[in-house]
Nanobody, 128 residues
Framework: QVQVVESGGGLVQAGDSLRLSCTAS????????MGWFRQAPGKEREFVAA????????VYADSVKGRFTIPGDSDKNAIYLQMNNLSPDDTAVYYC?????????????????????WGQGTQVTVSS
């Protein structure tokens, strides 16, 4: 059974930093890429960042580019989301996702349909 587990959410103030962690585990599950999505109250789930273990590399949403980074470890099927200079607009439930699918173009990693395993989510709240 494949499990995707996130951790590291919490309550911080605007301008603070926070680091989320995620691992994907399973006996026959080999990830090609992993990513982060988020969903704020009353809004649709949106792409944040992704990392592929070959080819594309890292992909970021425009809203987080320059503030967030997504380091990862392919041997451990683990990724992180380093979030700097947080703002109240970043408040959301953050979901980690993993996929066995390998694409040549980064647009595929920006859509939730690409991912076939999801975590339960971790809450990030940024106060002003």
């Amino acid at each position: 059974q494949v499990q995707v587990v996130e951790s590291g959410g919490g309550l911080v103030q605007a301008g603070d930093s926070l680091r989320l962690s995620c691992t994907a585990s399973g006996r026959t599950f080999t990830t090609a890429a992993m990513g982060w999505f988020r969903q704020a109250p009353g809004k649709e789930r949106e792409f944040v960042a992704a990392i592929t273990w070959s080819g594309v590399g890292t992909v970021y949403a425009d809203s987080v580019k320059g503030r967030f980074t997504i380091p990862g470890d392919s041997d451990k099927n683990a990724i992180y989301l380093q979030m700097n200079n947080l703002s109240p607009d970043d408040t959301a439930v953050y979901y980690c996702a993993a996929t066995t699918l390998n694409y040549r173009f980064d647009n595929y990693y920006r859509t939730s349909r690409t991912y076939n395993r999801w975590g339960q989510g971790t809450q990030v709240t940024v106060s002003s």
